[in-house]
C-alpha cells in the first residue's frame, strides 16, 4: 500500500517563505507523477504544482514565478519551495502522486498540511 507522508508548513508572515516535502514510504517504483493540490475553507481544491519523472514542470497561475515543484525520482519525494506567500495562499496543501500517464486525477494523496500566511 502506498502511503505519502508529508512534512513541512505551519504559520508565516506575507512575504515569508515555507518548504513543503512529501515522501513515499517504502520501496516501491519511481512515480509517473507528482504534486501538489490546495484547499481553503470555502474554496474548492486547486492544483498548485505538478512535477513529471522527466522533470517537466506545470504551475496553477496564482503561484507562478513563487513556487518551485522539485522531485528526488529515486527518492520518491516532492518539495514544494514557497516564496513571496502571500495571504491568500493559506489553505490545507496535499501531495499527491501517480503511476498513470494522464494527470490529473491522482491517485495517492498525503494527509495535508496546513499554511497559514498572516497579513
Known amino acids: 500500500q502506498v502511503r505519502l507522508a508529508q512534512s513541512g508548513g505551519g504559520l508565516v508572515q506575507a512575504g515569508g517563505s515555507l518548504r513543503l516535502s512529501c515522501v513515499a514510504a517504502?520501496?516501491?517504483?519511481?512515480?509517473?507523477?507528482m504534486g501538489w493540490y490546495r484547499q481553503a475553507p470555502g474554496k474548492p481544491r486547486d492544483l498548485v504544482a505538478m512535477i513529471t519523472s522527466g522533470g517537466n514542470t506545470n504551475y496553477a497561475d496564482s503561484v507562478k514565478g513563487r513556487f518551485t515543484i522539485s522531485r528526488a525520482n529515486a527518492k520518491n519525494t516532492a518539495y514544494l519551495q514557497m516564496n513571496s506567500l502571500k495571504p491568500d495562499d493559506t489553505a490545507v496543501y496535499s501531495c499527491?502522486?501517480?503511476?498513470?500517464?494522464?494527470?490529473?486525477?491522482?491517485?495517492?494523496w498525503g494527509q495535508g498540511t496546513q499554511v497559514t500566511v498572516s497579513s
Open positions: 499527491v502522486a501517480s503511476y498513470m500517464d494522464n494527470v490529473p486525477p491522482f491517485t495517492y
Open positions: 517504502g520501496s516501491i517504483p519511481s512515480f509517473n507523477a
